[in-house]
């Protein structure tokens, strides 16, 4: 399933400085039942944007209408515990483009890649700028630089480079998943297998 080509990002940004945010938080198990990727952002950290009646958490981030913007940025350890990509599809089909953080589990660091979702792992220094940023200004917008590899605090211009597996890199830039990435390479594939002998 191919989706939004990412290039440059400038957007405002939702803090959650919470650290070791897991999977289970981001979205709960009960919610798991779906195969599609679509809905989940309805459930994005359902248990702490919403009370047992459905009502909403006021003071919960999500539920602040001040914070707005496509980037989250989470503390350090975001996205541990169990192995779920739907919480990579959670945050896609919320509106998030790209987490921000100081450490990525793994394995959701894996599953953001393979659905369009940019993970940018930051110095904790950097990241505090960051917190400190927001806090300073709700608005505050930042630009993430996906072919240049930066993410810059605007006001300040203060900016840092952050690593992408080059692969991974290549599919964002094109709104590739891996079976859109063997697709684009259907004519080549071709050609080599029509010289192998039978």
Known sequence: MAYDKFNVLKSSAVPLPIENVDTDQII?????KATERKGFGDNLFRDWRYHPDNSPKEHFVLNNPIYQGKILVGGKNFGSGSSREHAAWAIYDYGFRCVVSSFFADIFRNNCLNIGVLPVQVSPA???KIFEAIEKDPKAEFTIDLPSQTITIDASSEQEEFD?????????????????????MKDEIEDFAGGLPL
Do not use: V
């Not at 709960?28 to 798991?32: I, K, Q, S, T, V």
């Open 28 to 32: 709960p198990a009960r919610f798991l």
């Open 164 to 184: 992408i597996n080059p692969y991974k890199k290549e599919n964002m830039l094109n709104g590739y998943d891996d079976i859109d990435y063997l697709l684009s």
């Open 126 to 128: 950097f990241l505090q």
